[in-house]
């Protein structure tokens, strides 16, 4: 069927658009049907003379109405506004069961079996209540039922015969409870299996995470680095400036390694990336490019704009308390840097940042060199 045929133009009035609110629509809708077929299995019953016209009337007006004002308030989305639940489930359980049970009072020989469409209100919600609210709609279903069993044995024993009315609720409690227990474990299960797509949805974010961010800096790594390089290519958006890249290597780190520790040097590491981190812009990344080297991506970013950028850094660095890890250490960077071409490959615009952060090293470190 075409997406814009009458039919399916239909089905987005009657149901809305595409997802769970429509899901929930059409459950009401369902409810609805279902009580148009009681009212009209009702109304049979009063052309074979089992029923008063009248009580059926008032049970099918109530019913009716009941049902549809859930239908438009799940369709109109005036239930996401007003409940936890947007399928408004335990109150339309609730609803059907004082329909139920006012059918009963009212039917004759036949009320028999308006007992099954318990197990239907229990069924409704099966997939959707709590546990504890499962038991609690039953209890009030075998409570109402009770209540209106009693009250017909006290004041019509000739049609509501008390012994035959306590067979029907012990019958009726026994396949309440068998069901409400099915809801109850089905409830359980439910959760448990939302507890384990929670676990398993923070794993893959965990996994996504590792795979692309460096554990001990918390930057990207350079997987993820050079992903983000390849999309931005070709450099440059219309209106803005040039795309600039910049290779930093921290000065004399294998020193701080030799001389104090592999794990000094991972604090050194982490306290720099800290650093970096506050110094960058808006659309500034700063990756772990390998080692004690780290790559900086500046889209729409000048050269002056860079390099006062890459100052700012340099100072921010120096000035970042690294005696408080080794009483006397004192940590710089040496960067290179470039400017890409529109359509240049950033394999190539790589090869020169890392050239001129050679000369850098070469000219005495601790300085910004161009290429």
Request: charge should be positive.
């Amino acid at each position: 069927m075409s997406r814009h045929s009458p039919g399916s133009r239909l089905a987005t009035l009657a149901l809305g658009p595409p997802g769970n609110q429509r899901m929930r629509t059409s459950q009401a809708l369902l409810a609805l049907a279902v009580y148009a077929v009681f009212a009209l299995l009702q109304h049979a019953e009063v052309l074979l003379g089992l029923l008063d016209l009248r009580r059926a009337n008032e049970l099918t007006a109530f019913a009716l109405t009941g049902a549809l004002g859930f239908y438009l308030s799940i369709r109109s989305g005036l239930s996401r506004r007003f409940s936890r639940d947007p399928s408004l489930t335990l109150a339309q359980g609730g609803f059907a069961l004082c329909a139920v049970t006012w059918c009963y009072s009212i039917t004759g020989p036949a009320r028999g079996a308006v007992l099954s469409i318990l197990v239907l209100v229990t069924l409704f919600g099966m997939f959707r209540l709590s546990p504890r609210q499962a038991t609690l709609l039953a209890f009030a279903g075998l409570s109402m039922l009770g209540a209106v069993m009693s009250w017909r044995s006290m004041t019509d024993a000739a049609r509501f015969d008390p012994r035959v009315e306590l067979i029907q609720f012990l019958f009726a409690a026994i396949v309440m409870g068998a069901s409400a227990t099915l809801s109850i474990r089905l409830g359980r299960l439910r959760s448990r299996f939302s507890q384990q797509k929670d676990k398993l949805e923070h794993a893959l974010e965990m996994n996504r995470q590792l795979a692309s961010r460096d554990a001990l800096t918390g930057l990207p790594n350079r997987r993820a680095m050079v992903d983000l390089l390849a999309r931005e290519q070709p450099w440059g958006r219309p209106g803005g400036g040039p795309t600039t890249l910049a290779i930093l290597d921290l000065d004399w780190f294998k020193r701080i390694n030799d001389t104090f520790g592999h794990q000094t040097g991972d604090q050194v590491l982490r306290r720099f990336a800290e650093l970096a981190r506050i110094e960058l812009r808006a659309g500034d990344v700063l990756a772990r490019w390998g080692g004690e080297e780290f790559l900086l991506l500046m889209p729409d970013t000048r050269r002056e704009s860079a390099h006062a950028a890459l100052d700012r850094m340099r100072v921010r660095v120096a000035e970042g308390g690294f005696e408080g890890l080794v009483q006397g250490m004192a940590v710089s960077f040496s960067a290179g840097i470039t400017v890409c071409g529109h359509d240049e490959p950033y394999t190539r615009a790589l090869e020169r940042a890392d050239q001129a952060l050679y000369q850098a090293k070469n000219a005495g470190r601790n300085r910004i060199q161009w290429a």
